[in-house]
């Protein structure tokens, strides 16, 4: 895996990059401009030497021309001694074969001796390799023909430090305009930046839940790019605020009407029992002597206390914590039986237990446990002396597990079949039909479960039939508890 260096954030990386930009422009244009300059110098030195070369064949050409080696000389010195504009550290005067005629000055330098004695014809202009002298060379022309050749080793270490300087300072300033430039731009590309900047960090404090517009100091001239992005951003928080506004009220309204549905439904269970018990307390007041009179007001008592703690129990089975889910096992279904069954013998009523289930099936148990629960102690209630209440429990053919609950009652009224198999939402639970408190439970924690849930009439057309279907939501592999496993 390739090792990658993080990259510096936006807000450092374009203002560097165009600083980098605008430095490398300023700096590559100062060295094109003096490298310009310094093409230019060379011609106008190399002009000038020829215009020297020039007035030096003018007085050199008698002597050669008549071949007065003596006169050649006298020219020559004379040449070397003015040195106003020019300074000559050697001149050689050649014949047309390259045989050197006369010469005068510093030197020889058999290093670097005059072209022509190297065999070059022509004009020349031939610089030394540290760039203090340089070798002037011309034709010596007497009537259109060459009679020789006029070379001058010349001295240019002044124009050469000069323009060693000049370089130097176009370097220097160069650098310093660049610098400055490059400074000034990554001024202008943050200050361009600071819009857009300025909205990534907004953007980042609404990703962690504080949805704040961007403030007017902050916004940039509303005609720009950047502008009208900023007004979008605000439009798209105040919009936002507004839909949190609107779900945090429909929450509440949600929360107070299942609150009043809860509290209407167990003001409901209660309150039957309750109107009984009242009535057995009366009728032991007046018959207390009595001993069939009183012990049929103690189990109307106790029938009614027991009602109430059903209720009590069932509005915790949906609002309690049931800690971590695991799976269902058979042994959770004999737990049932043993609850259930003191309450169906104390009404007469015979169980029915077929559950088919060899191994755990991963749904959580405990939730799918109460509902149950609630639909087996309701079967009971519904369930006239002398009747049936029927579990079977098995896994269907498409992998969900089927547990259905049946009883020989009077049935469940068709408004409150359809609230049991399809829960109303909180818009409607004004209109909904008031369910039983157990089955309100099964409704809830069915639909925490995503279990389907379907009503069909009992055997023989009479009582009700309830089945829960149920995929699989846990791992396979989810810890059973050790009493289930003994």
């Not at 089955?439 to 009503?455: K, N, P, S, Y």
């Amino acid at each position: 895996m390739a090792f990658r260096l993080p990259l510096p954030p936006l807000a450092l990386r374009v203002p560097l990059l165009t600083a980098a930009t605008v430095f490398l422009f300023t700096v590559t244009t100062g060295q094109l401009v003096s490298w310009a300059m310094g093409q230019r110098l060379d011609q106008e030195a190399e002009r000038l030497g020829r215009v020297y070369l020039d007035g030096l064949a003018a007085a050199v050409l008698p002597a050669v021309r008549n071949g007065d080696a003596e006169a050649l000389q006298e020219a020559l010195q004379r040449a070397l001694g003015f040195q106003e504009g020019i300074r000559e550290r050697r001149i050689a005067i050649g014949s047309a074969d390259g045989q050197r005629l006369a010469s005068a000055g510093i030197g020889p330098n058999p290093e670097w001796p005059a072209p022509f004695a190297r065999g070059l014809r022509g004009h020349i202009w031939e610089l030394a390799t540290d760039g203090d002298a340089v070798w002037a060379q011309r034709p010596l022309k007497d009537r259109g023909q060459v009679i020789g050749v006029v070379a001058a080793k010349l001295d240019v270490s002044s124009i050469t430090e000069r323009r060693r300087r000049l370089d130097l300072a176009m370097l220097s300033f160069g650098l310093a305009i660049a610098l400055i430039g490059a400074a000034f731009s990554a001024l202008a590309a943050r200050h361009a930046l600071k819009p857009v900047l300025a909205i990534t960090q907004a953007l980042r404090r609404v990703g962690a839940g504080q949805l704040e517009p961007l403030a007017e100091p902050m916004m940039p001239p509303s005609d720009s790019e950047a502008g009208r992005l900023g007004h979008a951003f605000n439009g798209m928080v105040a919009q936002l605020t507004r839909r949190e506004n609107l779900s945090r009220r429909l929450a509440e309204r949600e929360r107070a009407a299942l609150l009043g549905r809860l509290v209407g439904t167990v003001a409901h269970e209660v309150r039957n029992p309750l109107a009984g018990m009242l009535t057995a307390v009366e009728t032991a007041r007046q018959f207390g002597h009595d001993e069939h009179e009183r012990n049929e007001a103690l189990d109307v008592l106790e029938r009614g206390l027991r009602q109430i703690e059903r209720v009590v129990a069932s509005t915790l089975a949906v609002h309690r914590d049931w800690g971590p889910p695991r799976s269902l096992a058979a042994a959770d279904f004999e737990d049932l039986r043993v609850l259930v069954t003191p309450a169906a013998q104390r009404r007469g009523i015979a169980l029915d237990w077929c559950v088919a289930l060899p191994e755990p099936f991963p749904v959580d148990a405990l939730r799918l446990r109460q509902m149950v629960l609630n639909l087996l102690l309701n079967a009971v209630a519904a369930t006239p002396a002398g009747g049936r209440v029927r579990l079977e429990v098995k896994v269907g053919t498409d992998a969900r597990l089927a547990v259905v609950v049946e009883d020989s009652g009077a049935g469940l009224s068709p408004a409150a079949e359809r609230r049991l198999c399809s829960p109303a939402s909180p818009a409607e639970d004004d209109a909904a039909p008031v369910l039983g408190l157990g089955l309100e439970v099964v409704a809830a924690l069915g639909q925490q479960l995503a279990v389907e849930i379907a009503v069909q009439p009992g055997a023989g057309g009479r009582g009700t039939r309830i089945i829960l279907q149920a995929a699989a939501t846990l791992s396979q592999n989810e810890p059973m508890p050790p009493e289930l496993l003994a």
